[in-house]
């Protein structure tokens, strides 16, 4: 199984970055392998649609469960469509996370949170434009 | 006066189109707009589509309504590979390829189409779907026009592009969305002219300034005009003299003004409001060339 989780740093012993399309990094662990591996997320910089391209990148990658704090309704959907889990967590180390995970721990999302939640204080949204 | 040799230089030399801009909301772009077209006969063109609010002063009658659409993507499963060269191509991030299927995300899309060029086994087709009104409608002797963006729709300028395509014959004025956005700019691209709507305070100033800096990047002529005028602060006449901007006129600040304002009426039913629009446009028609 592989498991994708956003992260602020791009190791295993870096923070979980609670927000899901304007993360730094996804750190992805594949239990089966033992294999840890990371890549950027280009959608932080993305003007819009940030949480849909992390998305696009998470199902390029073949994942089975994403770990982070808040999605929105397009990436929610886009897991939804794909039969990608998804299960919250809060701010802690990624290890951390994966372990919680592991021992059925943390909770599902069955909904998505709020649009445009990870955007930061300061620059405003006034969509698409 | 200067006369603006560039004004009125539009393809459409039968149109005179003066945009009303503030950068700060709420210093009076719309009472400015409908009270100089009630003065003028002017045409009022209200592009501030996400809250259009100049119907509330002219109330124009035999309102006629025309649906703007635009194009996006439909894909016909049929066909589709799930290659994702459409989503690879989407420069909006609108359209996502799944394990199952392409998805679209039809707010994000900007209907360019660059998804069916890239597209090599015939599999997308454009749709279209209704992202808000035209509404026009006559007000005395003038027409007022106006568009309409759907609540929830984040894409303002196709509204705007069909509300400027198609304006009556004459001089317009158009009453600007407030902010430097693609909204504003939009509405720029269809101007001969501008009047900058501005307010003695910091907000106002600060904004007139990056105003200023959008027009001269539009090398349109515009000139100021200053709303809720307070004869003690004098800021924005001290910038406006340092950078050599004409000011079309000044407009007080008074408690019956606000009141007439507020019951959805014009200002100029105040013999002494009258009087000040009256001046505004005597400079305007000089400054302008306008019939």
Known sequence: MKIAV???????????????????????YDSEEGLVKSFENCGQVSGGGAGIVAAQLIIDEDVDVVITGNMGPNAFNLFKNSDIKVYR???TQIETALQLFNEGKLEE??????????????????GGR | MRVWGQAGDSEEEDRLNIAILSGKGGTGKTTISTNLSFITGANYIDCDVEEP?????????????EEVKVDYPVVDSSRCTLCGDCARVCQFNALVKTKKEVMLFEKLCHGCHACGIVCKNDALFFGKRVIGIIEEGQYGS???????????????????????????????????????????????LYADGAILVTEPSSLGLHD???????????NLPFGVIINKYNPEDDRVQKYCQRQNI??????????????VYSSGRMIVELPEYKEIFGKIADTLREVFPWN
């Open chain 2, 246 to 259: 004409e000011i079309f006129g000044v407009i007080p600040y008074r408690r019956e003004a606000a009141q």
């Open chain 1, 109 to 126: 999302l069955t909904q998505a949170g709020p649009a445009h939640a990870g955007m930061g204080t300061g620059r405003g949204f006034r």
């Open chain 1, 6 to 28: 956003s992260s602020i740093g791009k190791d295993i012993d870096s923070m979980l970055d609670v927000r899901f399309g304007r993360c730094n990094y996804f750190v992805v």
């Open chain 2, 208 to 218: 007139l300034k990056m105003t200023v800096q959008l027009v001269r990047s539009f």
């Open chain 2, 142 to 188: 003038f027409i007022c026009k106006r568009g309409i963006l759907n609540v929830g729709e984040p894409m303002a300028a196709p509204v705007i592009k069909v509300l400027l395509k198609n304006l009556p014959t004459g001089a317009n004025l158009i009453d600007c969305a407030p902010g430097a956005s693609c909204n504003v700019v939009n509405s720029l």
């Open chain 2, 53 to 65: 609010n100049g119907f509330i002063f002219l109330n124009p009658c035999q309102i006629e309504r």
């Open chain 1, 89 to 91: 967590c809060g701010s």
